[in-house]
């Protein structure tokens, strides 16, 4: 089954920081990736995908991550980060044509005002 | 408007009390599933259905039971709870049985067993 990685367990920026989260899977076929934000208290939501097509995907308040496929990797960027932004983020893999989605440990992303 | 809802969103039980954990989507999703959540370890699928009367177990599904008798319901059933089932409870739902557009996830249900 395939697994997913993110890198960094906690980390604390400064307002206006800009901010890269690590995602790394193991599933050798095609997959469908996702990040998905938690907002303290509250469930989680969709922020952006990659289905196809262009690696580089940009989805809402202002994220944006970066498919790269030789290196299984679907990091979150984010160029300027605001204390709204504070939550846990969190990666999905899903297999292409297998609803068998897979989440990493979370980040969990604390901006100082 | 669009939505999963889960209830209760928090429930303090004593172990062995039978209990129920409802979730319901209005958006006629094919696919639902549980995922428990504990710090460090991320979500964990319990149990997914990809459509009625079809259930299949997921990575952590001892101690737990679910039905899915209507689209639109699927319960999570803990016969008798124990403690290392105090945790952090998501139902989410999607369209599709491949889950290329995402899910939709409920609240949440904070569970304590003391």
């Known amino acids: 089954a395939q697994s997913v990685s993110q890198h960094n367990h906690h980390v604390i920026l400064s307002e206006a920081a800009s901010l890269e989260l690590g995602c790394n899977y193991s599933?050798?076929?095609?997959?469908?990736l996702f990040w998905y934000v938690q907002y303290p208290g509250q469930h989680l939501q969709l922020l952006l995908k990659?289905?196809?097509?262009?690696?580089l995907v940009k989805g809402i308040k202002g994220f944006e991550a970066e498919f790269i496929k030789s290196k299984f990797s679907f990091n979150l960027r984010k160029p300027s980060v605001q204390w709204s932004d504070t939550a846990e983020y969190f990666c999905?893999?899903?297999?292409?044509?297998?609803?068998?989605?897979?989440f990493g440990a979370g980040t969990r992303l604390t901006v100082k005002p | 408007e669009a939505q999963v809802t889960q209830n209760p969103r928090y429930l303090i039980t004593v172990t062995g009390k039978k209990l129920t954990v409802t979730c319901s989507q209005n958006?006629?999703?094919?696919?639902m599933s549980w995922y428990r959540q504990d710090p460090g370890l991320g979500l964990r699928q319990i149990y997914y259905?990809?459509?009625?009367?079809?259930?299949d177990k997921g990575d952590v599904p001892e101690g737990y039971k679910v039905s899915r008798k209507e689209k639109r319901n699927f319960p999570l059933i803990l016969e008798s709870p124990s403690p290392n089932q105090t945790s952090l409870y998501f139902c989410?739902?999607?369209?599709?049985?491949?889950?290329?557009?995402?899910?939709?996830f409920g609240s949440g249900t904070r569970l304590t067993v003391v």
């Open positions: 989410a739902s999607s369209p599709d049985r491949n889950g290329i557009y995402g899910y939709t």
């Open positions: 259905s990809m459509n009625v009367e079809v259930t």
């Open positions: 599933y050798g076929g095609t997959v469908n």
């Open positions: 958006m006629n999703h094919e696919y």
């Open positions: 990659y289905f196809s097509g262009d690696p």
């Open positions: 999905a893999v899903n297999p292409h044509n297998n609803n068998d989605m897979r």
